[in-house]
Protein backbone atom coordinates (compact mmCIF):
# COMPACT_ATOMS: atom_id res chain seq x y z
CA UNK A 1 0.00 0.00 0.00
CA UNK A 2 1.25 3.53 -0.47
CA UNK A 3 2.25 6.04 1.69
CA UNK A 4 -0.67 8.31 0.76
CA UNK A 5 -3.06 5.30 1.28
CA UNK A 6 -1.49 4.68 4.67
CA UNK A 7 -2.16 8.35 5.61
CA UNK A 8 -5.64 8.53 4.31
CA UNK A 9 -6.65 5.53 6.67
CA UNK A 10 -5.48 7.59 9.54
CA UNK A 11 -6.86 11.16 8.65
CA UNK A 12 -9.61 10.41 5.99
CA UNK A 13 -9.98 13.28 3.28
CA UNK A 14 -8.35 15.85 5.50
CA UNK A 15 -6.17 18.15 3.56
CA UNK A 16 -2.52 16.96 3.20
CA UNK A 17 0.66 17.85 1.82
CA UNK A 18 1.41 15.60 -1.07
CA UNK A 19 4.46 16.03 -2.66
CA UNK A 20 5.73 14.47 -5.90
CA UNK A 21 6.39 14.59 -9.94
CA UNK A 22 5.03 14.56 -13.04
CA UNK A 23 6.00 14.67 -16.62
CA UNK A 24 5.66 16.49 -19.92
CA UNK A 25 6.70 14.04 -22.70
CA UNK A 26 7.33 15.11 -26.03
CA UNK A 27 7.59 13.14 -29.14
CA UNK A 28 9.81 13.70 -32.08
CA UNK A 29 6.66 16.54 -33.80
CA UNK A 30 6.92 18.22 -30.52
CA UNK A 31 3.63 16.71 -29.40
CA UNK A 32 2.72 16.49 -25.48
CA UNK A 33 1.72 13.05 -24.39
CA UNK A 34 -1.30 13.08 -22.24
CA UNK A 35 -4.17 10.21 -20.39
CA UNK A 36 -7.30 10.81 -20.20
CA UNK A 37 -7.76 9.98 -16.51
CA UNK A 38 -10.46 8.09 -14.91
CA UNK A 39 -10.78 9.98 -11.52
CA UNK A 40 -11.70 13.18 -12.91
CA UNK A 41 -12.31 12.33 -16.79
CA UNK A 42 -10.02 14.93 -17.63
CA UNK A 43 -6.49 14.84 -19.27
CA UNK A 44 -3.34 15.08 -17.62
CA UNK A 45 0.40 14.06 -17.71
CA UNK A 46 2.25 11.28 -16.42
CA UNK A 47 2.63 12.12 -12.43
CA UNK A 48 1.96 10.58 -9.02
CA UNK A 49 3.19 10.52 -5.78
CA UNK A 50 6.27 10.22 -3.63
CA UNK A 51 6.89 7.07 -1.94
CA UNK A 52 8.95 6.73 1.39
CA UNK A 53 12.91 7.09 0.05
CA UNK A 54 12.26 7.84 -3.24
CA UNK A 55 13.96 11.26 -4.86
CA UNK A 56 11.48 13.52 -7.10
CA UNK A 57 13.38 11.66 -10.40
CA UNK A 58 12.49 8.60 -9.30
CA UNK A 59 8.92 9.26 -8.91
CA UNK A 60 9.07 11.30 -12.43
CA UNK A 61 11.04 7.92 -13.78
CA UNK A 62 8.79 5.53 -12.02
CA UNK A 63 5.08 6.72 -12.52
CA UNK A 64 6.27 7.77 -16.66
CA UNK A 65 6.70 4.01 -17.10
CA UNK A 66 3.66 2.86 -15.37
CA UNK A 67 1.45 5.33 -16.57
CA UNK A 68 2.90 5.53 -20.51
CA UNK A 69 5.25 2.15 -20.93
CA UNK A 70 7.83 4.94 -21.62
CA UNK A 71 11.09 4.60 -19.53
CA UNK A 72 13.09 8.14 -19.52
CA UNK A 73 16.63 7.86 -21.07
CA UNK A 74 16.64 12.07 -19.72
CA UNK A 75 14.62 14.19 -17.77
CA UNK A 76 15.15 18.21 -17.68
CA UNK A 77 13.70 20.37 -14.73
CA UNK A 78 11.09 22.51 -15.57
CA UNK A 79 10.47 24.08 -12.19
CA UNK A 80 8.53 23.24 -8.71
CA UNK A 81 5.36 23.83 -8.30
CA UNK A 82 3.33 25.16 -4.52
CA UNK A 83 0.89 26.98 -2.98
CA UNK A 84 -2.87 27.59 -2.84
CA UNK A 85 -2.95 27.33 -7.09
CA UNK A 86 -2.12 23.54 -6.55
CA UNK A 87 -4.65 22.93 -3.47
CA UNK A 88 -6.69 20.24 -5.34
CA UNK A 89 -9.82 17.82 -4.04
CA UNK A 90 -10.25 14.51 -5.88
CA UNK A 91 -13.73 13.80 -7.02
CA UNK A 92 -13.99 11.16 -3.96
CA UNK A 93 -13.24 13.98 -1.60
CA UNK A 94 -9.29 13.23 -0.58
CA UNK A 95 -8.22 17.18 -0.25
CA UNK A 96 -4.58 18.27 -1.34
CA UNK A 97 -2.28 20.63 -1.06
CA UNK A 98 0.10 19.77 -4.21
CA UNK A 99 4.06 20.05 -4.33
CA UNK A 100 4.87 19.28 -7.95
CA UNK A 101 7.88 19.17 -9.66
CA UNK A 102 7.78 19.10 -13.26
CA UNK A 103 10.69 17.20 -15.48
CA UNK A 104 10.66 17.54 -19.31
CA UNK A 105 11.36 14.10 -21.26
CA UNK A 106 12.07 14.29 -24.79
CA UNK A 107 14.67 11.38 -24.62
CA UNK A 108 12.25 7.89 -24.02
CA UNK A 109 12.44 4.31 -25.42
CA UNK A 110 9.75 1.59 -24.71
CA UNK A 111 6.19 1.07 -26.08
CA UNK A 112 3.24 3.54 -25.59
CA UNK A 113 0.41 2.32 -23.66
CA UNK A 114 -1.80 3.47 -20.29
CA UNK A 115 -2.62 2.02 -17.16
CA UNK A 116 -6.30 1.08 -17.20
CA UNK A 117 -6.61 1.34 -14.04
CA UNK A 118 -6.05 5.40 -13.89
CA UNK A 119 -6.70 6.22 -17.63
CA UNK A 120 -9.19 5.64 -20.61
CA UNK A 121 -6.83 7.12 -23.24
CA UNK A 122 -3.42 8.13 -23.81
CA UNK A 123 -2.19 10.02 -26.83
CA UNK A 124 -0.02 12.94 -27.90
CA UNK A 125 -1.58 16.77 -29.24
CA UNK A 126 -0.06 19.49 -30.53
CA UNK A 127 0.42 22.44 -28.41
CA UNK A 128 -1.96 24.90 -30.57
CA UNK A 129 -4.50 21.72 -30.47
CA UNK A 130 -4.68 20.89 -26.79
CA UNK A 131 -7.77 19.40 -25.10
CA UNK A 132 -10.07 21.71 -23.36
CA UNK A 133 -10.78 19.51 -20.35
CA UNK A 134 -7.29 19.31 -18.84
CA UNK A 135 -6.81 18.81 -14.94
CA UNK A 136 -6.50 21.91 -13.15
CA UNK A 137 -2.97 20.79 -11.17
CA UNK A 138 -1.59 19.68 -14.95
CA UNK A 139 -3.45 23.21 -16.43
CA UNK A 140 -0.99 25.12 -14.43
CA UNK A 141 1.96 22.88 -15.61
CA UNK A 142 1.28 23.49 -18.94
CA UNK A 143 0.33 26.68 -18.83
CA UNK A 144 3.99 27.60 -17.24
CA UNK A 145 6.06 25.26 -20.22
CA UNK A 146 4.09 27.45 -22.77
CA UNK A 147 5.37 30.72 -21.27
CA UNK A 148 9.06 29.56 -21.90
Known sequence: M??????????????????????????????????LRKDNKCWGLAGGSMELGESLEDVASREMFEETGLKANQL????????KDFYYQYPHGDEVYNVVTAFICRDYCGSLKFEESEATDIQFFDL?????????????VIERFLKL
Not at 76 to 83: M, Q
Not at 128 to 140: A, V
Open 2 to 35: SYIMNLRKKVGAEPLIMVGACVLIFNNENQLLMQ
Open 128 to 140: TKLPNNISPPDQL
Open 76 to 83: DLLSTFSG
